[in-house]
């Protein structure tokens, strides 16, 4: 079975750019979420989505968002990109809410210029 | 003060020594997960817990969930489970919201 694939890898952005990560989920799964990674805060948690809705948000401005598909891919999307958005993107599908492990992507990383 | 609390933050370890990580929490959860962080980023979820305890070979982790508290123990550890240990709670019947703490990184010398 694959794993949960991001793209791209790795992102080099301007400030005031915007940019779109995307998620593939094992297939089978219906939640995704969505988790930025630095060395100052750790792990913080973006968003979960479920169905093609959004269950859940994080302490993010409203210039993070996310979507997904009916085929569960999702994606996020960043605006107006700031220097303190320079990180790991990670994401995560599972079964859905407490139904089992997590199981995470690689990360896209980040670097605002 | 951050919801979920790891210590220690750093612990070197000798090979087969035996290792626990401690994490505790303030806030209701419904479960709690333990991930592994190896460099380059890739997360390994070990185990989700919600009661009791859980083991997966040399790995074995606890919940009591009066306390707001669990443990991960590692036996005989090697130098293969160097990484970091990240303790994340799921808050919210229904909800889907995680909280992390913010990792123990183990070093395991030969």
């Known amino acids: 079975k694959a794993g949960v694939t991001q793209t791209p890898r790795y992102l080099i952005k301007t400030r005031g750019q915007q940019v779109t990560l995307s998620c593939s989920p094992i297939?089978?799964?219906?939640?995704v979420s969505w988790y930025q990674q630095t060395p100052g805060q750790g792990l913080q948690f973006l968003f979960e989505?479920?169905?093609?809705?959004?269950?859940n948000k994080g302490n993010f401005p409203g210039r993070f968002s996310g979507r997904q598909f009916s085929n569960s891919r999702s994606e996020m999307n960043v605006s107006t990109l700031e220097l303190g958005d320079s990180a790991l993107y990670l994401c995560?599908?599972?079964?859905?809410?407490?139904?089992?492990?997590?199981?995470f992507g690689n990360g896209t990383r980040l670097t605002v210029t | 003060k951050n919801e979920v609390e790891q210590s220690p933050q750093n612990l070197t370890a000798q090979e087969g020594e035996f290792i626990t990580i401690n994490c505790s929490y303030s806030?209701?959860?419904?479960?709690l997960h333990w991930l592994q962080q190896h460099p380059g980023g890739g997360i390994v979820s070990l185990f989700m817990?919600?009661?009791g305890k859980k083991k997966h070979g040399r790995l074995i982790a606890t919940i009591n969930i009066q306390e707001k508290h669990s443990s991960l123990h590692i036996t005989a550890s090697h130098p293969r489970d160097s990484a970091v240990y990240i303790c994340?709670?799921?808050?919210?019947?229904?909800?889907?919201?995680?909280?992390f703490g913010k990792g123990t990184k183990l070093s395991v010398i030969p």
């Open positions: 995560a599908s599972s079964l859905g809410g407490h139904q089992g492990p997590l199981h």
């Open positions: 994340a709670v799921l808050s919210g019947a229904g909800s889907y919201q995680l909280t």
């Open positions: 806030v209701g959860i419904s479960a």
């Open positions: 817990l919600s009661s």
């Open positions: 297939s089978g799964h219906r939640s």
């Open positions: 989505y479920f169905s093609e809705t959004q269950r």
